[in-house]
């Protein structure tokens, strides 16, 4: 059983950083892939970025890619997701999951632990 804590999200003008934090407590965590997701008003949740147990596959949906970037730090049983020149689209609930799989993921059906998610507000 994995425990999942996000931190980081708050507001930020469009075109700042933030960098989410997401805290795992329990047995496992550094084998197991990591993935954040997002869930908008009114929209359904999607898929952001993934990463594998040892932190060198990662994946990116097309939105985020070249501007967010997904990293683990094992030792810390912590993954992050860094955030650059943010949108006022990326405004969102963020979350981050774990798969019980060694290899990254990017379907939400295939994580099954889920921290409670961290709000992010990016003003035009």
């Known amino acids: 059983q994995v425990q999942l804590v996000e931190s980081g999200g708050g507001l930020v003008q469009a075109g700042g950083s933030l960098r989410l934090s997401c805290a795992a407590s329990?047995?496992?965590?550094?084998?197991?892939?990591m993935g954040w997701f997002r869930q908008a008003p009114g929209k359904e949740r999607e898929f952001v970025a993934a990463?594998?147990?040892?932190?060198?596959?990662?994946y990116y949906a097309d939105s985020v890619k070249g501007r967010f970037t997904i990293s683990r730090d094992n030792a810390k049983n912590t993954v992050y997701l860094q955030m650059n020149s943010l949108k006022p689209e990326d405004t969102a609930v963020y979350y981050c999951?774990?798969?019980?799989?060694?290899?990254?993921?990017?379907?939400?059906?295939?994580?099954?632990?889920w921290g409670q998610g961290t709000q992010v507000t990016v003003s035009s």
């Open positions: 999951a774990a798969p019980e799989s060694r290899g990254l993921r990017t379907r939400e059906l295939d994580y099954n632990y």
């Open positions: 329990g047995r496992g965590f550094s084998s197991y892939a």
């Open positions: 990463i594998n147990w040892s932190g060198i596959s990662t």
